[in-house]
């Protein structure tokens, strides 16, 4: 497969997008679906490589050197500065609209998918929890009674 993104540029955007959306149940490979396709987009739009490629080197130049090899702390805040930017929008888009679409990532979050396409959460599941009951004296009686 052809790429667009240099190594440093892709590494980047991989730890951009763990820093955006952590979780321990997510593996780098399935955060690399939202790189693989920001790059595949890349190959066909030289603009979107241009932009991606001057992302990660705002990125680098706010961490202070590498973003890849500053501290959690500083990423943060890098990540919290670059609110809006090019680079911040297109890894947030990716993530929220290819990553979690993706079947894989719902796997490895517990989640079985959308509850229509299997009949609604009313027979599945809602009404095993063993709800605890609330004591008697928690709602007061009505007129009526």
Do not use: C
Request: glycine content about 8%.
């Amino acid at each position: 497969m052809k790429s667009a993104l240099d190594n440093h540029v892709a590494k980047t955007i991989l730890l951009v997008g763990k820093d955006m959306f952590p979780s321990k149940r997510f593996s780098d490979d399935l955060y690399m679906i939202a790189v693989d396709s920001l790059d595949s987009k890349a190959v066909k739009d030289e603009s979107l490589k241009t932009s991606l490629a001057e992302g990660v080197a705002e990125f680098d130049k706010a961490a202070g050197g590498k973003y890849m090899k500053a501290s959690v702390k500083k990423r943060l805040n890098v990540i919290r500065s670059m609110e809006g930017k090019n680079l911040f929008n297109s890894v947030k888009g990716e993530m929220v609209n290819v990553f979690f679409n993706n079947k894989r990532v719902w796997e490895a979050a517990g989640y079985e998918g959308p509850a229509y396409e299997q009949g609604g959460y009313y027979l599945r599941g809602f009404q095993d929890a063993d709800w605890p009951q609330p004591p008697e004296d928690a709602s007061p009686k009505g007129w009526w009674e």
